[in-house]
């Protein structure tokens, strides 16, 4: 009894707690997100533009507009880039990116998934975060989600860019390749992504696209 009230305090520093931590969570480091993104999917041998529809639920046709170079889309070379349009989500008001849904296939583990079907465009522990599966015991044959980050780009660097691809960084490759590629000039590169190790290998950066009207071309 003479508890009670006590534990009614606690009860309620408790939810006040609660209370300041949505807050400061909902003092959102995003508010919306933008429409479109681009995907930066690097081609691996064995793939097809059908198996990539289905990673990205995006149809076809919508993947051709943004990679005006591949003209037989019943065999796309291995080795090259693809564009893939996605759009980019405010998630939780935390994070910009968008959760795929992906069917596990026998054997497979998030790091097998974030490596080979979505080729470096997240990791396994990315995946980790965004699904209850422990790590050793993923079900085959059910939906995971697989979360692939983006940016909307950042009106204190540049507003001249508002499309921009999440562009997983391969062996190789540097700050001059990727500028040299994308036709984005480095500095404007290391702006957009200030802690990025651009000659490391792996990790993502955002490369600025050019409007999605020129794709059409
Ligand atoms: C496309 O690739 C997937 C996965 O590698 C494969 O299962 C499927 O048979 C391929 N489809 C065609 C038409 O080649
Ligand atoms: C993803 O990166 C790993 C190395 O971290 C590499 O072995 C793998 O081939 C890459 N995936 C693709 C599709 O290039
Ligand atoms: C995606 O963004 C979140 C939040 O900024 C970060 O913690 C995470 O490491 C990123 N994932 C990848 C694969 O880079
Ligand atoms: C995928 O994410 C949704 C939304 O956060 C969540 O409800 C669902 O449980 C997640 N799926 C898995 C397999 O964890
Ligand atoms: C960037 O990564 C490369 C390759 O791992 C490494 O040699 C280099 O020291 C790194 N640079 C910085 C500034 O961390």
């Not at 639920?57 to 507009?65: A, D, F, G, R």
């Not at 396994?124 to 059910?142: A, E, F, G, H, M």
């Not at 391969?170 to 290391?190: I, K, Q, T």
């Amino acid at each position: 009894m003479i508890l009670l009230p006590k534990r009614n305090l606690a009860i309620t520093l408790f939810s006040f707690h609660i209370f300041l931590s949505l807050i400061l969570k909902t003092q959102a480091k995003c508010n919306t997100g933008c429409h479109l993104a681009i995907a930066s999917y690097y081609v691996r041998q064995g793939t097809n533009l059908s198996y990539i529809s289905d990673l990205f639920s995006q149809q076809v046709p919508e993947i051709l507009k943004y990679n005006p170079k591949v003209t037989n889309k019943d065999s796309i070379n291995t080795g090259i880039r693809l564009n893939v349009p996605f759009s980019c989500d405010c998630l939780n008001g935390d994070f910009l990116g968008h959760t795929f849904t992906y069917i596990t296939q026998f054997g497979d583990t998030y790091d097998s998934i974030a490596k080979f079907p979505y080729s470096n465009l997240t990791n396994k522990d990315w995946l980790q975060r965004v699904n209850s599966y422990q790590p050793t015991r993923i079900p085959d044959y059910v939906p995971i989600n697989v979360t692939v980050n983006c940016s909307c780009g950042d009106r204190d660097v540049s507003k001249d860019y508002a499309l921009f691809a999440t562009y997983p960084l391969r062996p190789g490759e540097d700050l001059s390749s990727v500028a040299a590629e994308s036709g984005v000039p480095a500095h404007l590169l290391e702006l957009y992504n200030p802690e990025s190790n651009f000659s490391a290998g792996n990790g993502l950066v955002f490369v600025p696209a050019k409007e999605a009207f020129h794709y059409n071309k």
